[in-house]
C-alpha cells in the first residue's frame, strides 16, 4: 500500500504545483517500496537525496508565487517548508549514522506532513494565486 496517494482532494487547481504534489507522492512511495524491498543503504541513501532536492526545487517554486503576488502569509508558509526540510535532514543524518536503515518513523512523517500541508497551508493559498490569474 502506497504510503500517501495524490487525489483531487489534494488539488490546489493549479497545474504546475498539482503536478509537483504527483511528482512528491511517487518519491515518497519510492523510498517506501526500496526500503521495504530491503534495497541497499547506497541507493535507499540516493532516493532520500532526491527527494530532498525535489522537496527543495518544489518549495522555491510556490515561494517565488509567494513573493510575486505578495501573499500575505508568505512568512509563516515559508517557516513551515523550512521545518520540513530541518526535520527530514535529521532523518538523513540519523539514516547515515544507523547501519539499520531509514525508521519507519520517517514514511510516518512525510505521508502525514504533506498530508497536513497541502491540505492546509497549500490549499489556502490555491484560492489566492488563482485570482492572481494562476492555473
Ligand atoms: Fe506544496
Ligand atoms: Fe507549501
Do not use: C
Request: proline share 1%; no cysteine; charged share 30%.
Amino acid at each position: 500500500m502506497a504510503v500517501i496517494q495524490w487525489d483531487e482532494s489534494f488539488s490546489v487547481k493549479i497545474a504546475d504545483i498539482d503536478k509537483q504534489h504527483q511528482k512528491l507522492f511517487t518519491m515518497v512511495n519510492e523510498l517506501d517500496a526500496a526500503q521495504r524491498q530491503g534495497k541497499g543503504k547506497d541507493l535507499v541513501g540516493k532516493i532520500i537525496d532526491g527527494l530532498i532536492n525535489y522537496v527543495a526545487e518544489h518549495f522555491k517554486h510556490e515561494e517565488s508565487y509567494f513573493d510575486r503576488y505578495n501573499y500575505p502569509n508568505t512568512k509563516a508558509h515559508k517557516q513551515k517548508h523550512q521545518e520540513f526540510v530541518n526535520k527530514v535532514l535529521e532523518f538523513r543524518t540519523g539514516f547515515e549514522k544507523n547501519r539499520l536503515g531509514l525508521s519507519m518513523d520517517l514514511m510516518k512523517f512525510l505521508g502525514d506532513w504533506l498530508n497536513e500541508h497541502i491540505k492546509g497551508s497549500d490549499l489556502e493559498y490555491a484560492p489566492f494565486l488563482r485570482q492572481q490569474g494562476l492555473k
